[in-house]
């Protein structure tokens, strides 16, 4: 792996850096630990604090964290590779994993008191939910804050919040700046409202705050820094990884589960249909089912919509990547196309759960199937606003016609 953030590391002694093909090799040999819990991963609704721990012994939550705080320093490429490990055997946990690596490096854009004020504990993960649902006011050196924030996948395993908030306006009459704040778990209360039909192992509760609670300044950043190339974490931190803007990187964390997904079943669909024989009734018994072409067909689209999918996001992640350790800004036109293809990757991947699913017969109706299990979730990733298709796509193409985009990139 030579991703450009990789090559631009400097802050961490080589001997101290883990290679990233040991991080690799560990997150490997976790996808089966994961896989035999998947099913009690999805029905208890959350993801087991065993897991986390076995991550966190794994050292894949320093993944992207800064060397200034025993951090590795990869980048998005690598972030891709690890996801599509972990997912082949657990969808939710993957998808959990995968947000509590990226919020490391979502807090190394923040001001760097906030950087010390969580990882005064060296093992802290944060959970986030960003849409702007908190109420804040202005107080002296800070904000107060309250709301309710949907979504918080495994919130149940974290220290910290990562929560959407708009702040006052500074000035009269401009309009308000959105943006996230941090707060400590012990600030907030978990209430229990996530029962879905698809990545129910995320534990995705919502996450109160009924009296309002004081958040210092250095808690803040606006979507505007954030999207800056050059937000406030960047100033002490060298690497050009935490210079990449926001969307032009962070949503490859909750796409990239879902080839993982799609590959697991794609996996095991393999060795299960190669032992399947009909039982009778309209095809006749006995039949082997590996000898359909319809069978055949299906596995090749499954294969071919993870591979297309997971070529355009490293592609896309090693373009920006570069342009950042370059020096260059990453312009307007890689934002939107990254956005659309983090959006195509999970249409793929949904087409490729439909092929396998389609194909599994009625036994793929069990709860224990991966096969339904990867379906339903990959579909309950594309239901995620920020990789819904409709909506990014269109922004996409009023960029192209030349219209002002309509959307977040």
């Known amino acids: 792996m030579n991703s450009a953030t990789e090559l631009a590391h400097g802050g961490l002694e080589a001997s101290a850096r883990i290679p990233f093909e040991e991080l690799r090799r560990r997150a490997q040999a976790l996808a089966p630990v994961l896989r035999a819990r998947a ?38 490429s690598e972030l891709v590779e690890i996801n599509f490990e972990l997912a082949r055997g657990c969808g939710s946990s993957a998808w959990c994993v995968s947000l509590g690596i990226v919020h490391q490096w979502l807090l190394a854009l923040f001001p760097i008191e906030a950087q010390e004020d969580v990882w005064a504990n060296p ?15 202005a107080a002296e050196g800070g904000y107060m804050v309250s709301g309710k924030w949907s979504f918080t996948s495994n919130c149940d395993n974290t220290e910290w919040y990562l929560l959407g908030v708009t ?9 308000p700046d959105a943006g996230f704040i941090i707060v400590p778990r012990e600030q907030t209360t978990i209430e229990d409202d996530w029962h879905t039909v698809g990545l129910s192992g995320t534990g995705s509760k919502s996450v109160l705050i009924k009296d309002a609670v004081f958040v210092p300044a250095h808690r803040r950043i606006t979507f505007a820094e954030a999207s800056s190339n050059n937000p406030p974490g960047a100033k002490v931190h ?30 095991d669909f393999v060795d ?17 089912m590996a000898e359909f072409p319809q069978v055949q067909s299906r596995i090749a689209e499954a294969a071919a919509a993870v591979d297309a999918a997971k070529l355009l996001l490293l592609r896309d992640t090693r373009d920006v990547e570069q342009d950042a350790a370059n020096g260059t800004p990453i312009s307007v036109e890689k934002r939107i196309r990254n956005r659309r293809d983090q959006a195509y990757a999970v249409r793929l991947s949904t087409q490729g ?45 009023q960029h192209a016609l030349g219209l002002e985009p309509r959307g977040q990139y």
């Open 39 to 76: 099913e009690d991963t999805e029905r208890n609704r959350r993801v087991p604090r065993e897991t986390i721990d076995e991550v966190r012994a794994a050292e894949l939550f320093k993944l992207m964290k800064p060397a200034r705080f025993g951090g590795f320093e990869y980048g998005f």
């Open 123 to 137: 093992d802290a993960i944060l959970s986030g939910s960003y849409a702007p649902a908190g109420k804040t006011s």
């Open 167 to 175: 702040f006052p306006q500074a000035i009269e009459g401009a309009r």
């Open 238 to 267: 060298t690497n050009p990884l935490y210079k990449i803007p926001l969307l032009a990187g962070l949503p490859v964390c909750i796409c990239t589960p879902a080839l993982g997904m799609v590959q697991g079943a794609l996996d």
């Open 272 to 288: 299960w249909i190669g032992t399947r024989t009909t039982r009778g009734a309209v095809a006749g018994g006995g039949a082997r």
């Open 353 to 397: 759960a439909t092929a396998l699913f389609e194909a599994v017969g009625g036994a793929g109706l069990q709860m224990s199937n991966s096969v339904q299990r990867a379906w339903r979730d990959v579909h309950a990733v594309g239901r995620h606003i920020s990789l819904n298709w409709d909506a990014v796509s269109t922004m996409y193409g």
